[in-house]
């Protein structure tokens, strides 16, 4: 049967066409429902919604032979199908957030969770060991920056340097740092 016939008679409802239809794209709606269901159960139920789906779209002439195959077409619908029910399958599965006023801190709690602090001491010692095996200047462009916040123009004043030396060495201050922290973790990683 050709696809213009399949797809009139399908439009008529005619027995022959459906069985046939149903027979030559089994294999193409079960291989687009493979990518989304592995529950054979799941899948059955599918399968029959996609037929439905696609005969109702066949009935509002949404196929056109000009564009293209009835295949091709029949796998694009398909698939958009598939994954439009898997997109409100997944919006089912959300919980629905509601407030509950006496639930509701007054106010946000800012101090650090425990994770937050242990993560910290753990980067802190790694870092303070680190600043160990620098140089003093770079020690002491760190400790102005980082830990103390003072701006540039106050750290250049300080240790008596120019605005742009106080950037590059700043910034060299950092990339060795960075280095001895490398160093740190792929020693830390070599004895585990």
Same mark, same amino acid.
């Given at each position: !049967? ?18 046939? +239809? ?16 592995? &529950? ?5 139920? =599918? ?7 696609? !005969?109702?779209? *066949? &009935?509002?002439? %949404? +196929? &056109?032979?000009?564009? @293209? ?21 997944? /919006?089912?599965?959300? $919980?629905? =957030? ?13 101090? $650090? ?5 242990? @993560? ?7 870092? %303070?060991?680190? !600043? ?6 770079? %020690?002491?462009? =760190?400790? *102005?920056? +980082?830990?103390?916040?003072? $701006?540039?123009? +106050? ?30 973790? /792929?020693?830390?990683? /070599?004895?585990?």
């Amino acid at each position: !049967m050709e696809e213009l016939d399949l797809v009139e008679g399908l439009r008529e409802r005619r027995e022959s066409a459906v069985a046939t +239809f149903l027979e030559r794209y089994r294999s193409l709606f079960y291989h687009c429902i493979g990518h989304f269901e592995t &529950d054979h159960a799941l899948r059955e139920d =599918l399968y029959q919604d996609l037929v439905l789906y696609v !005969m109702e779209r *066949l &009935d509002r002439d %949404r +196929f &056109d032979a000009g564009k @293209g195959s009835l295949g091709t077409w029949l796998y694009r619908v398909a698939w958009c199908r598939c994954v439009d029910l898997k997109r409100k399958e997944g /919006a089912r599965r959300r $919980p629905r =957030l509601t407030t509950v006023g006496d639930l509701i801190p007054e106010r946000q709690d800012d101090r $650090p969770s425990p994770l937050e602090e242990a @993560g910290d001491s753990e980067v802190g010692g790694f870092v %303070r060991e680190a !600043m160990g095996y620098l140089e003093p200047e770079e %020690r002491t462009l =760190l400790d *102005l920056r +980082f830990v103390d916040g003072e $701006p540039l123009a +106050f750290i250049s004043d300080r240790l008596s340097i120019s605005l742009e030396q106080t950037k590059y060495r700043l910034r060299r201050a950092t990339v060795s740092l960075r280095k001895v922290l490398l160093n740190q973790f /792929a020693t830390l990683e /070599a004895r585990e």
